[in-house]
């Protein structure tokens, strides 16, 4: 698990073809290098990986065809930047959102603009993930954890403060650009909870009543 506040920005420095899959390396930044030991997770641009060989400045890491597939790190290239996440540990920090490094699709920028000091992204996104954004709701976009300032069918808005725009890969981020998208884990959780197979709503106690006695909705009747 993450918490979606980047600790370094890496950089590839080689990617090398294996049988269909990668193995990709990263130069690690400002991570110190007796950080991690082989085995050990690392989040690249949101996506959880392992460390298969380490290096004083380096990590490498194997990248599957089903990561390929559904990610946008098969379009990295040697030189590009990436941000860079260590697995939490029981006292770090949770200051962003929990953040598993399993990504449920890729988002595209579409509109970039000036908002005083910030600035204001627009995402395209899937269509299937729009039930689960929501506005002040959390999302992570290329492993940096951030609040949904406005949504739309098929989109959603970010605004990037100086301090993130510094320290993550998001100061080069244009129109056209492909982002790894996660959504909160707690809306997928709750999604399967409401609508999952016959034997788990029998089995379970929550329901919309449930829900609209705790203030998560209203008007539960109209929802059965």
């Known amino acids: 698990m993450f918490t979606g506040i980047i600790q370094s920005v890496g950089k590839i420095l080689s990617i090398e073809p294996k049988a269909g899959d990668q193995r990709i390396t990263i130069g ?31 990590v490498a890491a194997d990248v599957s065809r089903e990561t390929l597939s559904r990610t946008m790190l098969g379009e990295l290239r040697t030189g590009d930047a990436v941000n860079l996440e260590l697995a939490l540990t029981p006292t770090t920090r949770l200051g962003g959102h929990l953040v598993s490094g399993h990504v449920d699709g890729v988002g595209c920028v579409s509109e970039r603009r000036e908002d005083g000091r910030s600035v204001r992204f627009r995402i395209v996104h899937p269509p299937v993930l729009a039930k689960y954004i929501a506005e002040k709701g959390s999302i992570c976009i290329d ?8 949504v739309g069918p098929d989109w959603f808005d970010v605004n990037i403060v100086p301090h993130t725009l510094a320290e993550t890969t998001f ?54």
């Open 28 to 58: 690690i930044g400002k991570l110190p290098g007796d950080a991690m030991a082989l085995g050990d997770s690392i989040a690249v641009n949101g996506v959880c990986l392992t460390a298969v060989a380490l290096g004083r400045s380096h």
């Open 143 to 150: 492993g940096v954890s951030l609040t949904v300032n406005g």
């Open 171 to 224: 100061a080069t981020f244009s129109p056209g650009r492909k982002v790894n998208l996660e959504v909160d884990v707690l809306a997928r959780y709750l999604e399967r909870l409401l609508s999952g197979t016959a034997e788990s709503v029998q089995d379970s106690t929550l329901s919309w009543e449930t829900l609209g006695r705790a203030g998560f909705i209203e008007n539960a009747d109209e929802h059965r």
